[in-house]
T-cell receptor, first 112, second 113 residues
Framework: QKEVEQNSGPLSVPEGAIASLNCTYS??????FFWYRQYSGKSPELIMS????GDKEDGRFTAQLNKASQYVSLLIRDSQPSDSATYLC????????????FGQGTTLQVKP | GAVVSQHPSRVICKSGTSVKIECRSL??????MFWYRQFPKKSLMLMAT?????????EQGVEKDKFLINHASLTLSTLTVTSAHPEDSSFYIC?????????FGSGTRLTVV
């Protein structure tokens, strides 16, 4: 059974701080990794995808991937109250099914 | 960008009835769609993979006779919850592979009373 693990939180940070979200996965053959943001009652929206080891930056967001450690993280710089949401880590299962497996999500609270 | 339209957004049905949820790719062809279920404060759980023109592949523990999936065209997949019971109340979300990524529908909140 492929698994994706996240700390459910809540993670509370003050406005303007850096929020660090972590995710581990069990499928060593996985090559594609995604971070989604989900507001209550809404569908997930893609923040970033990452496929290669190292860092990938997009605005205030940086995704980090370490395949050897089977670890992926998301950093949010200059956190804003509007960033308060649940952040879901998703991993595409190895093979050709295209299935995405999600972690349980980390709830982020950014306090003004 | 790729858009997936999901309907209805909310539905309330009586126990024992069936409910159909539609997921439609608007500007691309989706040979594969995925159906997820999400309980309150829980993550998305993959229910099944819907393949155009063939039978769906269900995840372990998902009853295929209860959750009927039809993917008759390259732009439409449907999920029918048959003989719904209150424990089937959940948020159902579809997703399609598109242009190197995944596009999600807006979700359907099903309440069975």
């Amino acid at each position: 059974q492929k698994e994706v693990e996240q700390n459910s939180g809540p993670l509370s940070v003050p406005e303007g701080a850096i929020a660090s979200l972590n995710c581990t996965y069990s499928d060593r053959g996985s090559q594609s990794f995604f971070w989604y943001r989900q507001y209550s009652g809404k569908s997930p929206e893609l923040i970033m995808s990452i496929y290669s080891n190292g860092d990938k930056e997009d605005g205030r967001f940086t995704a980090q991937l370490n395949k050897a450690s089977q670890y992926v993280s998301l950093l949010i710089r200059d956190s804003q109250p509007s960033d308060s949401a649940t952040y879901l880590c998703a991993v595409r299962v190895s093979g050709n099914t295209g299935k995405l497996i999600f972690g349980q999500g980390t709830t982020l609270q950014v306090k003004p | 960008g790729a858009v997936v339209s999901q309907h209805p957004s909310r539905v309330i049905c009586k126990s024992g009835t069936s409910v159909k949820i539609e997921c439609r790719s608007l500007d691309f062809q989706a040979t594969t769609m995925f159906w997820y279920r999400q309980f309150p404060k829980k993550s998305l759980m993959l229910m099944a993979t819907s393949n155009e023109g063939s039978k769906a592949t269900y995840e372990q523990g998902v009853e295929k006779d209860k959750f009927l999936i039809n993917h008759a065209s390259l732009t439409l997949s449907t999920l029918t919850v048959t003989s719904a019971h209150p424990e089937d109340s959940s948020f159902y979300i579809c997703s399609a592979r598109s242009f190197g990524g995944y596009t999600f529908g807006s979700g359907t909140r099903l309440t069975v009373v």
